[in-house]
Nanobody, 127 residues
Framework: QVQLVESGGGLVQAGGSLRLSCAAS????????MGWFRQAPGKEREFVAA????????KYADSVKGRFTISRDNAKNTVYLQMNSLKPEDTAVYYC????????????????????WGQGTQVTVSS
């Protein structure tokens, strides 16, 4: 059983920054790609960013490219999402997720490719 625990959410003014963390346990963390998704009220869960198993490859949604940075520390079993220049439209519950396939090179961007999810952390950006 894999457990993912997010932290670091909160309330921030537009233009501010937050860093989300996701601590993983229960599986060989370093063998799996990790992703961040978000879900705003009344909307579907959407892809934000993902990093491959080694940390050498990343992918971002166009809406966050240049503002958000995903990284991972395999020694700490933790994945991060650094969010800068936050906008009110970034307001959502942010979820980290673990890819269902071990050691793949392709970075997945759809929810069906991830089989374990954290409980989510709220990010609210005020204007």
């Amino acid at each position: 059983q894999v457990q993912l625990v997010e932290s670091g959410g909160g309330l921030v003014q537009a233009g501010g920054s937050l860093r989300l963390s996701c601590a993983a346990s229960g599986r060989t963390f370093s063998s799996y790609a990790m992703g961040w998704f978000r879900q705003a009220p009344g909307k579907e869960r959407e892809f934000v960013a993902a990093v491959n198993w080694s940390g050498g490859g990343t992918k971002y949604a166009d809406s966050v490219k240049g503002r958000f940075t995903i990284s991972r520390d395999n020694a700490k079993n933790t994945v991060y999402l650094q969010m800068n220049s936050l906008k009110p439209e970034d307001t959502a519950v942010y979820y980290c997720a673990a890819d269902r396939q071990r050691g793949v090179i392709v970075i997945h961007t759809t929810t069906v490719e991830y089989d374990y999810w954290g409980q989510g952390t709220q990010v609210t950006v005020s204007s």
